[in-house]
């Protein structure tokens, strides 16, 4: 297939090699990508992006799956349980599960459509590069709103969030954005850029883990790459108090403080939670009259589902990674790179209640299986 440079000049097409699929350029996908860094954009009560992705799904089941792929077995259980399990708390708990549930539809749906090879991944890593540089150029210059002066806002709203949204959507665009190294750095520098302006301290640490698996920890079996993986984020948690509040952070601990608090009180919530857990939505606490989400994702996501939620999201998370563990130690650097993605995520929900069940987790596991379909030349059966 020729290489095309630019993602604006080459119609749909159907092809039967998955390598070439996943090459493929979609003016479609590249747009509808584009618009997932708009963290704090609504149509009509509604996040533009979870718009944008609805349409980007609704668009995937108009096509066919590239070369027959069909999605893995495992994921198809595990998304199944997860939407179920949840559906189920949300039911017997009576509270109002349908906006929340629908989310959660979406995120099933990008993972199909990624995992399938129904969306270009050259296209989507290139759409994501433009977002995000976008976005954060005009975050500098002050344009989509200023919500924590001296942070890196904008239209990625708060920093911390938004850091969660450059360090997984950031390496995803480095590596599938363009094969070329010149290009790849092109998009390095100011998503890199991005992470320090947004000055979040665990954001900067999915940074850092990130460059560490694409250098180092892809290079190790899939036994060793877990461990190493797990040992990362257990790091994450585990910082001594004074490494995480010196020098340009010294004056964040007031806001450590409140942390605490919220993360004790998530605890008290869990305390009392059944099996299936509160229901989906109901990942907040009230301290003194105000009401915060969960600051802690791994929490938040047993206060909606129970440990049974936050085992089928993990479960998912490794599937994903694990299956480009050959690819990765082969040299394939969008597989390590697909799988510093998940890193990041699993990084970040360490201090943000909205990143296991956010899109990111969905866009970086939907990477990963689409590039797994690339170790597969020749797929036979539909998908």
Same mark, same amino acid.
């Given at each position: 297939?020729?290489?095309?440079?630019?993602?604006?000049?080459?119609?749909?097409?159907?092809?039967?090699?998955?390598?070439?699929?996943?090459?493929?350029?979609?003016?479609?996908?590249?747009?509808?990508?584009?618009?997932?860094?708009?963290?704090?954009?609504?149509?009509?009560?509604?996040?533009?992006?979870?718009?944008?992705?609805?349409?980007?799904? %609704? /668009?995937? =089941?108009?096509?066919?799956?590239? +070369?027959?792929?069909?999605?893995?077995? *495992?994921? $198809?259980? #595990? !998304?199944?349980?997860?939407?179920?399990?949840?559906?189920?708390?949300?039911?017997?708990?009576?509270?109002?599960?349908?906006?929340?549930?629908?989310?959660?539809?979406?995120?099933?749906?990008?993972?199909?459509?990624?995992?399938?090879?129904?969306?270009?991944?050259?296209?989507?890593?290139?759409?994501?590069?433009?977002?995000?540089?976008?976005?954060?150029?005009?975050?500098?210059?002050?344009?989509?709103?200023?919500?924590?002066?001296?942070?890196?806002?904008?239209?990625?709203?708060?920093?911390?969030?938004?850091?969660?949204?450059?360090?997984?959507?950031?390496?995803?665009?480095?590596?599938?954005?363009?094969?070329?190294?010149?290009?790849?750095?092109?998009?390095?520098?100011?998503?890199?850029? %991005? /992470?320090? =302006?947004?000055?979040?301290?665990? +954001?900067?640490?999915?940074?850092?883990? *990130?460059? $560490?698996? #694409? !250098?180092?920890?892809?290079?190790?079996?899939?036994?060793?790459?877990?461990?190493?993986?797990?040992?990362?984020?257990?790091?994450?948690?585990?910082?001594?108090?004074?490494?995480?509040?010196?020098?340009?952070?010294?004056?964040?601990?007031?806001?450590?403080?409140?942390?605490?608090?919220?993360?004790?009180?998530?605890?008290?919530?869990?305390?009392?939670?059944?099996?299936?857990?509160?229901?989906?939505?109901?990942?907040?606490?009230?301290?003194?009259?105000?009401?915060?989400?969960?600051?802690?994702?791994?929490?938040?996501?047993?206060?909606?589902?129970?440990?049974?939620?936050?085992?089928?999201?993990?479960?998912?998370?490794?599937?994903?990674?694990?299956?480009?563990?050959?690819?990765?130690?082969?040299?394939? =650097?969008?597989?390590?790179?697909?799988?510093?993605?998940?890193?990041?995520? *699993?990084?970040?929900? #360490?201090?943000?209640?909205?990143?296991?069940?956010?899109?990111?987790?969905?866009?970086?596991?939907?990477?990963?299986?689409?590039?797994?379909?690339?170790?597969?030349?020749?797929?036979?059966?539909?998908?």
């Amino acid at each position: 297939m020729a290489r095309i440079d630019s993602p604006w000049n080459l119609p749909d097409k159907t092809v039967e090699r998955a390598d070439e699929a996943d090459r493929e350029i979609r003016i479609t996908d590249f747009a509808l990508m584009a618009s997932l860094p708009l963290r704090t954009v609504e149509v009509a009560g509604f996040p533009l992006n979870e718009l944008t992705m609805a349409a980007l799904i %609704g /668009l995937c =089941l108009l096509r066919p799956a590239r +070369g027959g792929a069909r999605i893995p077995a *495992a994921v $198809v259980l #595990v !998304l199944a349980a997860l939407f179920g399990l949840l559906l189920y708390s949300g039911v017997v708990n009576q509270v109002d599960w349908t906006r929340r549930m629908g989310h959660v539809a979406i995120l099933a749906g990008l993972v199909w459509a990624f995992s399938t090879g129904r969306v270009s991944l050259r296209s989507a890593g290139a759409g994501l590069a433009t977002g995000l540089v976008a976005v954060m150029a005009l975050a500098v210059v002050g344009i989509g709103g200023d919500y924590y002066p001296g942070r890196l806002t904008g239209y990625l709203g708060d920093p911390n969030a938004g850091a969660y949204f450059i360090a997984v959507l950031g390496v995803l665009a480095v590596f599938f954005c363009d094969d070329r190294w010149k290009v790849r750095l092109a998009v390095a520098v100011p998503v890199v850029a %991005g /992470l320090v =302006l947004s000055y979040s301290r665990t +954001g900067l640490l999915a940074g850092a883990f *990130a460059i $560490v698996w #694409v !250098l180092l920890g892809r290079r190790l079996g899939a036994a060793g790459g877990a461990a190493m993986a797990f040992g990362l984020v257990w790091l994450v948690d585990n910082i001594p108090q004074g490494l995480t509040t010196f020098g340009p952070f010294s004056d964040r601990s007031g806001s450590d403080a409140l942390r605490d608090r919220i993360v004790a009180q998530e605890r008290v919530e869990l305390a009392a939670a059944p099996w299936y857990g509160n229901g989906p939505g109901t990942a907040t606490v009230n301290i003194r009259d105000l009401e915060f989400f969960f600051h802690n994702s791994y929490l938040a996501t047993r206060q909606e589902g129970g440990w049974g939620a936050l085992v089928l999201v993990l479960a998912l998370m490794v599937l994903a990674f694990l299956r480009l563990s050959r690819q990765a130690r082969a040299g394939d =650097l969008a597989a390590a790179g697909a799988q510093a993605a998940i890193i990041a995520v *699993a990084v970040m929900a #360490v201090t943000l209640g909205e990143v296991l069940l956010d899109t990111p987790m969905a866009i970086a596991v939907g990477f990963a299986l689409g590039q797994a379909l690339r170790a597969t030349p020749e797929v036979s059966a539909d998908g």
